[in-house]
C-alpha cells in the first residue's frame, strides 16, 4: 500500500476554485492510478475524478465535475492535484484521494489506499 496525505481544502465563495493536492509515500507513485472522491454529509462516497498510472494520460471526470474540475499528477514530487473552478455549494464535501493498483476503467477501479481527508465548503 501507499500512504496518502491531502491538502488544500478550505472555504471558498460559490463560483471561486481551490486545489486540492495529495502526496504520496512508500512505494513506487507512478505505478498506481491516482482517484479524488468526495463524501457530502449524509451521502455515500463517490468518485469524482481519476488519472492513469506513469504518465496520466488518460482520466476520468464525473459528470458533475466535467469541464470545471482538472485532475493531474506528478510523478516526481509523488503528487497527485485537483484544480477546481467555479465551485458551488453542491460541491461541499470531504475529498479523499485514493490509489488503486487495479485493472480496468478509470471510474471502476477498487481503491487499495485512502488518505485521512480534507472538508472543502463553498458558501452561496
Known amino acids: 500500500q501507499v500512504q496518502l496525505v491531502e491538502s488544500g481544502g478550505g472555504l471558498v465563495q460559490a463560483g471561486g476554485s481551490l486545489t486540492l493536492s495529495c502526496v504520496a509515500s512508500?512505494?513506487?507513485?507512478?505505478?498506481?492510478?491516482m482517484g479524488w472522491f468526495r463524501q457530502a454529509p449524509g451521502k455515500e462516497r463517490v468518485i469524482v475524478a481519476a488519472?492513469?498510472?506513469?504518465?496520466?494520460?488518460?482520466?476520468y471526470y464525473s459528470d458533475s465535475v466535467k469541464g470545471r474540475f482538472t485532475i493531474s499528477r506528478d510523478n516526481a514530487r509523488s503528487t497527485v492535484n485537483l484544480q477546481m473552478n467555479s465551485l458551488q455549494p453542491e460541491d461541499t464535501a470531504i475529498y479523499y484521494c485514493a490509489a488503486s493498483s487495479d485493472i480496468g476503467q478509470l471510474g471502476a477501479l477498487r481503491y487499495d489506499s485512502w488518505g485521512q481527508g480534507t472538508q472543502v465548503t463553498v458558501s452561496s
Open positions: 512508500g512505494r513506487t507513485f507512478s505505478r498506481y492510478h
Open positions: 488519472i492513469s498510472f506513469e504518465s496520466g494520460q488518460i482520466t
